[in-house]
């Protein structure tokens, strides 16, 4: 999935039940607000996040995110509105595990990781306790998106909209390079999130007509003879 803006799903934004073959790409997707966990992991296998931003009014996990635990997971916002938890593990971290340079939002929670029993109250610790997210950040949605819009949690309607990073960021230039995925990145290194601060935004459901070579603007299909 690459270049989607999901908002107000009503169980979950991605669904793996059941997952047949791997690894599943999720690529610059933007989520806002679903009445549970951001992906629903019932069968699944391998899966690779990269620049997603996923919004959730309170948890964004609640139980069922064990599945992460079998990702590549880089340059993605985990935000919490209302402030919650970000993940909840149970299970092994082994050689599939690969969780690095996201950014985070708990707000005011004391519990945002969860990991086998034991909760951890601050990136630092988690990232200690289970090696992963070493070049993890913590930011405020507050100051790195003034602009957000998201009034309650599901299912009160989420109006369309763009979250771009503001200028004072700290998830500018936080991210990992990603061959083939974010080259032309402005800046010293790749931002985190969906959208690259200074660049184009892209274009969410119907588009314009399109003039295609040798037809003029009035859509007679003349190719411009007059």
């Known amino acids: 999935m690459w ?4 908002h107000n799903a009503v169980h979950n934004a991605f669904s793996f039940q059941p997952q047949i073959g791997a690894p599943w790409y999720f690529i610059r997707n933007q989520v806002i607000n679903n009445l549970e966990d951001i992906a629903k992991y019932r069968t699944w296998d391998r899966a690779v996040f990269l620049h997603n931003t996923f919004v959730h009014w309170g948890d ?3 139980g069922g995110a064990h599945g992460q635990l079998m ?14 938890q970000i993940w909840w593990f149970f299970g092994t971290i082994d050689w599939r595990t690969d969780l690095d340079y996201d950014g985070f ?8 990781f969860f990991f086998n029993g034991t909760t951890y109250d601050s990136l630092a610790s988690f990232s200690s306790s289970t090696g992963q997210e070493a070049n993890g950040i913590r930011i405020s949605h507050q100051t790195c998106i ?3 819009d998201v009034p309650a949690d599901s299912p009160t309607p989420v109006p369309p909209q763009y979250l771009t ?4 960021c700290p998830a500018i230039d936080a991210g990992a390079i990603l061959p083939n995925i974010n080259d ?11 959208y690259e601060y200074g660049q184009p935004l892209p274009t969410y459901g119907p588009r314009p007509d399109a003039t295609s070579p040798g037809e003029d603007d009035d859509g007679n299909h003349d190719g411009g003879r007059r």
Request: negative net charge.
């Open 184 to 194: 032309g990145f402005l800046g010293s290194a790749p931002d985190l999130g969906a």
């Open 165 to 168: 990073l503001a200028a004072d």
């Open 3 to 6: 270049g989607n803006r999901i």
């Open 105 to 112: 939002d708990w707000g005011e929670s004391t519990r945002p």
């Open 146 to 148: 003034p602009t957000m």
């Open 71 to 84: 990702s590549i997971s880089r340059n993605n916002l985990w935000i919490s509105v209302n402030g919650g």
């Open 60 to 62: 964004l996990t609640t």
